[in-house]
């Protein structure tokens, strides 16, 4: 075991854990909730050159009070220090352009933690979760964060103490610009099909081979797949439904430009028994090969994907190839009913459980 000492924290690590750039003074510094400016004063005698701004929303809420800031802004005065009156509940964006470190002491409730941290990870080497343990609720909304968004956080760690503090190591500074769905085919892996996409664990129970999605099973009903039919499935993921509609004997092609959804449904159901043609194709749906006409045409969960142009594109593709009474299918979610009163009522049904959901379900 190593101990280590910075700023006013003494902490026991294993030895495993890379702390080259913990031993570090950063040379930035960001804090939502100053307060009366203890823990400002206590960063910046650590790090003495470092640049510190500060952010208050002046309110006697959550631990604060009215005028506080004006304490903190005068132990701070010999210091490179500068304050916001502000409410990071209100921020879509955090000042600045990076931190090497950045300090949540705010709002310390599950939504507010969980906004913050959000926040926090477009900007920040290091996050600093104040009270960590102040409340249930806030150890939820850490610790859900910390699943979420485990592909960009190199490791955390959980300090002891009063109300316990949450360190966060960011792996690299994530990318947030707006991405066309073309640049994002490598986030759709084997484990976002197997362990997070929509329907995953009915897949697992079943290997694929019955339908118990609900949004699956009513795209299946609405095709109305016989022998003779051709339906074409954009967006096919696992292919369970392929399989579903290709058993009741249509003619199915599934495409997904994700070469692992197209490796799983390969490795599932080629060689099955089934009544109709089946063929898994890993493509984009743009540069699909559109040939012939469509009975049928199933986008299930796909329109969210892409953005307004593309989707407008492959509409228009699937117009010019349907049957003259072939139908467009399609399933999208999370929609705005879904936000507006499903998601809702399980936030509600989550909370008196004694779990966490955060507002907003989406990375």
């Not at 599934?254 to 089934?274: H, L, P, R």
């Not at 999208?332 to 499903?342: G, V």
Request: proline letters at 3%; aromatic letters at 14%; a negative charge.
């Amino acid at each position: 075991m190593v101990k280590l000492n910075w700023s006013s924290y003494t902490i026991d690590l294993s030895v495993n854990i890379f702390l080259e750039d913990f031993y570090k003074a950063p040379n930035s510094i960001l804090e939502i909730g100053v307060r009366y400016g203890y823990s400002a004063i206590t960063f910046l005698k650590a790090a003495p050159n470092a640049v510190y701004l500060g952010i208050d929303n002046n309110t006697d809420t959550f631990g604060g009070s009215i005028g506080a800031m004006e304490w903190a802004k005068k132990i701070t005065s010999n210091y490179n220090a500068e304050f916001i009156i502000g409410d990071s509940q209100l921020m879509n964006l955090f000042p600045g352009d990076h931190w090497d470190l950045i300090h949540i002491d705010a709002q310390q409730d599950e939504d507010g933690t969980y906004n913050d941290l959000e926040l926090a990870l477009q900007k920040a080497t290091w996050i600093l979760v104040d009270g960590y343990f102040w409340s249930t609720e806030n150890m939820f909304a850490s610790t859900h964060f910390l699943k979420k968004y485990g592909s960009f956080i190199e490791y955390a760690i959980i300090i002891p103490g009063y109300a316990g503090d949450l360190l966060i190591k960011v792996k690299n500074r994530p990318n947030f610009k707006i991405q066309s769905y073309s640049e994002l085919s490598g986030a759709y892996n084997h484990d976002y099909f197997e362990k997070d996409c929509g329907g995953y664990d009915t897949f697992k129970k079943t290997e694929g081979k019955r339908l118990e999605d609900q949004r699956l099973i009513a795209a299946y009903l609405l095709a109305e797949p016989m022998k003779g039919k051709r339906i074409l499935d954009i967006g096919c993921g696992r292919g369970e439904l392929c399989y579903a509609l290709a058993k009741s004997g249509a003619d199915v092609t599934g495409i997904d430009y994700s070469k692992d959804a197209i490796a799983i449904a390969k490795k599932t159901f080629e060689g099955v028994n089934i009544s109709g043609k089946l063929l898994f194709l890993c493509c984009d749906a743009i540069k699909f090969p559109w040939e012939g006409q469509y009975d049928e045409i199933i986008a299930t969960d796909f329109v969210e994907h892409v953005e307004d142009s593309v989707l407008e594109n492959i509409l228009e593709k699937c117009a010019d190839h349907l049957t003259y009474n072939g139908k467009l299918i399609i399933h999208t979610a999370p929609n705005l009913q879904y936000y507006q009163m499903y998601y809702t009522t399980m936030r509600q049904k989550a909370k008196e459980a004694g779990c966490y959901l955060p507002q907003n379900p989406r990375t």
